[in-house]
């Protein structure tokens, strides 16, 4: 061996040693920088969790997770160790999205999040076996899961002013508590049949959607008491709603209603009606108040207007019908002739 060849393998020798030791060196300063990322994600969730838990108050026995106008786009998953929250508190905090990890609250009564900029519900809601009230309203959510149904007890749901809803899944039906319902300033062109199978449902908002008619089955909702249904589209009342004899709140107003049916003389339950702005065909006049307060209930409640247009309304048709008899018995053309002796005047 020459020592030429001497030098070379000598000089091999030392590189692999040092790409060794390097190699080494590069692993150990590796490991360092995870053990430094996972220490700082430990310290980073204690922070998040400490100040978490000062959110945490007692009320009514209840423990709450209430934040109000803080920057929390999303959840850290140390809020997992409070898993004994009944109720959140969530209101403007720009949180973007319901963590997946939210089924695993089993004793969360209220998850309230309303004011955010949430888009979408995760199906892991429907665990949520014990939850009473979901309050989503103020959101971007597009589309509701037919998971919610899974939610036994729930007796409130709001997702109002999220704009873009349109329709919901029918196994909401299956929620026999369901008795309040907000779903106003959406984009609902009818009412969900998933509504009209809850024979329970006593309050109903779908004021600012697109609807423009009520359907017959409106009155399967037999226990409502109040509907709301401002500034949609609808243009006329079924008959059905007569029957709707629990219902005691009903708000029309900036519809394009153009006459009130006659059978809602008979719904004896109601209170309040509201019937402003909308084209109707009869301009009628109340009679003059004794007091400004009876002045003030007429322009509140609305009941005497309607009672008062329905009749202005029977008595025009009955006179538009009797006219209508006088003038074909009268025909000068003898052309028409009324058979008297039958019900309702038949034409021969």
Known sequence: MNETSVCVGTFTAVKTLWEVRIHKINEELQKEKEFRQRLL????????????KEKVIN???????????????????????????QEWQLHRTSLQKIPHFIGRFHSLLVLDLSRNSIESVPKEIGQLTSLQE???????????????SNCVNLERLELAVNRSICDLPPQLSDLKKLSHIDLCMNQFTSIPSALLNMPNLEWLDMGGN????????????????????????????????????????????NNKLRNIPACMKDMTSLRFVNFRDNPLELEVTLPPCENEE?????????????????????????MAFLLTLISLEYSEE???????????YLYK
Request: proline residues 4%; aromatic residues 6%; glycine residues 4%.
């Open 41 to 52: 994600l430990v310290w980073e969730e204690r922070a998040a969790l400490a100040k978490l």
């Open 59 to 85: 009320e009514d026995g209840r423990a709450i997770l209430r934040i109000e106008e803080e920057e929390w786009k999303t959840l850290p998953s140390c809020l997992l160790k409070l898993a004994h929250l």
């Open 134 to 148: 979901l309050l989503l309203s103020y959101n971007r959510i597009k589309s509701v899961p037919k998971e919610i």
């Open 210 to 253: 697109k609807l423009q008619e009520l359907p017959d089955a409106i009155e399967r909702m037999e226990n409502l008491h109040t509907l709301w249904l401002q500034r949609n589209e609808i243009t006329s009342l079924p008959e059905t709603i007569g029957n709707m004899k629990n219902l005691n709140t009903l708000v029309l107003s």
């Open 294 to 318: 009876e002045e003030e209930q007429q322009e509140m409640f609305g009941i005497e207007f309607m009672h008062v247009y329905i009749q202005e309304s029977l008595r025009k048709t009955g």
């Open 334 to 344: 003898g052309k028409h002739k009324l058979d008297k002796s039958k019900p309702g």
